[in-house]
């Protein structure tokens, strides 16, 4: 008995799941690297306050934290009030005309008015002229 | 007995359903979600233009109405004029007297906790002022 030789004997068979096993690994990979902005906020007891519903999508500028204890962080870094001033002044130089400079500001609730005081007026200095307090619902829900 | 037997004989003919590769992609979808879903509280923001003393952004040649906010034995105090006011309600049911065109700003002790300032501002918000403004207090640092 001649037995068959080659493929031709044997039906292809494709497997698709190594192929969306590896499909899935790369988009993991791509959401993890992309949300790391985002998941580097530091945890800071905010403002309990509705807030406003923005009507405009507009992404704040420069973000900074201010801590219980008046420290000011931009991306998660301590920096001094100096160094915030010299990084706003180079944002709102390089901000295209007509566009305005917005700063949130990330402060714990019972941080002495002091500390917001010190640093809006470095703010201002710079040309600053729009900022925001970012605040959480009552429940801290979302709205 | 003969029923087990024609059970084998069903699962020889049906043969073995792979479950690793479907677990595989079962748990990657897992993970995926996982990744995707935003646990962070979600945060709103309350906007508020800069002002300084001396000189402002504002551009009406109107005086805004100013919202000085002290703490009296612990508790923060909105004083608008001769009013005080204690909390929010009372606040935004005097600001709710007061013309909208001039605006709000708002000034604060230093010792002040921020959260009264959000409240002030969201208080202002509520009440209709679109002109919203925060005066930062002189400070040395």
């Known amino acids: 008995m001649r037995r068959r030789s080659g493929t031709s004997g044997h039906m292809l068979n494709v497997d698709l799941t190594p192929m969306i096993d590896v499909v899935f690994q790369l988009i993991i990979f791509f959401m993890f690297t992309s949300q790391f902005g985002e998941l580097r906020r530091t945890d800071i007891d905010l403002p309990k306050e509705q807030g406003e519903e923005e009507t405009e999508k507009q992404q704040a500028s420069m973000i900074i934290d201010l801590t219980l204890d008046g420290q000011y962080l931009f991306e998660s870094k301590p920096m001094s009030l100096i160094e915030i001033e010299r990084i706003a002044a180079t944002g709102v130089a390089s901000q295209p005309e007509g566009e305005p400079f917005d700063v949130l500001v990330r402060p714990d609730r019972n941080a002495p008015a002091v500390y917001l005081d010190r640093l809006l007026m470095r703010l201002s200095g710079v040309g600053v002229r729009r900022w925001k307090l970012a605040t959480v619902d009552q429940e801290g829900a979302s709205q | ?141």
Request: net charge positive; aromatic share 4%; hydrophobic share 40%.
């Open chain 2, 1 to 141: 007995m003969t029923r087990s037997r024609s059970v084998r004989r069903r699962r020889s003919r049906l043969g073995a359903l792979p479950l690793t590769s479907m677990i595989d992609v079962v748990f990657l979808l897992l993970v995926f979600f996982l990744v995707t879903a935003d646990f962070a509280k979600k945060e709103n923001k309350l906007p508020s233009a800069l002002q300084t003393e001396g000189g402002g952004v504002q551009s009406s040649d109107m005086q805004p109405q100013i919202i000085r906010i002290s703490v009296l034995n612990g508790q923060p105090v909105f004083t608008i004029g001769q009013v005080r006011c204690g909390d929010r309600v009372s606040l935004e049911s005097v600001l709710a007297q007061l013309p909208r065109e001039p605006g709000v700003a708002i000034k604060a002790d230093p010792d002040v906790p921020i959260q009264s300032i959000a409240t002030a501002l969201q208080a202002a918000r509520n009440s209709g002022f679109a002109r919203r403004s925060y005066v930062p207090g002189e400070s040395s640092d």
